[in-house]
């Protein structure tokens, strides 16, 4: 579920490998290659099916409203038919916020996500890092009709994750609800975390893998994905260690992390050590006070910090 792989996370990693060879002549060509299907056009038949699977497809709800003795607080989905005819369509539950494709800005999605739970703790910002427990699953359609569904990665144990580096649409999801407010003591002796958030989030195919699915994961090209999630704690991201929370390297504060690229050098800020190319250090060109408290100096007073400033 990745963008530009910086970290190999277990199975969210998108591993997209773009190969330039030195075409000496038209027969190098590979004829058989078939290029991607244009985004904006894809767009609305992935969210077609998404819609497709909200409106048949219900979760329990009712174990949330009031959980029996030891519910685990995971979001189990099920088709509305027979004995579950009646059941509320997840469509009525969910919530949606309109996000770009990082690879084509003009397009936009409507990504859908459902909080069963918001969370008491901190709300991660786009670029930091959280733990989490998961369950990866896939939509795609049976032949000629209806949407289906298969589970493709799961992780019941807490792990940690690069917000900058899974598939986007998670990541606009995760960054909608809270941490938990703290620390609890099971039963049987082990730490547990209380009141944290739980969700979903449910992707268009362009802001998942697209064409580029884990070499390992038998996901089909141009799927839909399902993120379930216990969201349990985050903290500050600093990928490239500058000294500066990747959240402030947001220049345009447009909450992308991708296109801030002060110097033009293909890494963007909060993967550049030195945004400006100036040959100093970011983590040199800022003060960073003992309390964590940092101060933008501006040398030439031009009204451009240091940092992004090549000729301060």
Do not use: W
Not at 211 to 217: E, H, K, L, Y
Not at 269 to 289: M, V
Request: proline residues 6%.
């Amino acid at each position: 579920m990745m963008k530009k792989m910086k970290k190999i996370v277990p199975l969210l990693i998108v591993l997209i490998a773009v190969a330039y060879g030195c075409k000496k002549d038209d027969d190098s060509v590979d004829p058989n290659f078939i290029p991607a299907r244009d985004r904006g056009e894809e767009a609305p038949l992935s969210t077609a099916i998404i819609e497709e699977y909200l409106e048949t497809h219900f979760y329990n709800y009712e174990e949330f409203e009031n959980p029996p003795e030891g519910f685990d607080y995971q979001i189990r989905f099920d088709t509305i038919a027979g004995d579950n005819a009646d059941k509320i369509p997840l469509m009525s539950q969910v919530a949606s916020k309109n996000v770009k494709d990082r690879m084509d800005t003009s397009v936009t999605y409507k990504l859908y996500y459902l909080n069963a739970i918001q969370g008491s703790g901190e709300q991660p910002n786009f670029p930091d890092l959280v733990t989490v427990s998961y369950a990866g699953t896939y939509i795609n359609l049976e032949e000629g009709s209806r949407p289906y569904s298969k589970i493709f990665d799961v992780s019941s144990v807490p792990v940690k994750f690069d917000l900058t580096a899974i598939v986007n649409g998670f990541q606009d999801g995760l960054i909608e609800f809270n941490t938990a407010s703290g620390f609890v003591t099971n039963p049987d002796g082990t730490i547990g975390f209380q009141e944290f958030g739980v969700g979903a989030v449910f992707m268009q195919a362009g802001l998942g893998y697209y064409v580029n699915p884990p070499p390992t994961s038998n996901i089909p090209l141009y799927s839909q994905l399902i993120f379930t999630f216990q969201l349990y704690e985050t903290e500050l991201g600093d990928q490239d260690n500058d000294g500066l929370p990747s959240v402030m390297e947001d220049v345009n504060n447009n909450g992308l992390e991708e296109d801030d690229d002060t110097d033009g050098d293909d890494a963007p800020n909060y993967d550049d050590a030195d945004d400006d190319n100036d040959g100093r250090p970011t983590r040199d060109e800022i003060i960073i006070a003992a309390d964590g408290t940092i101060t933008f100096t501006d040398t030439d007073n031009d009204g451009i910090p240091d940092h992004l400033d090549e000729d301060s």
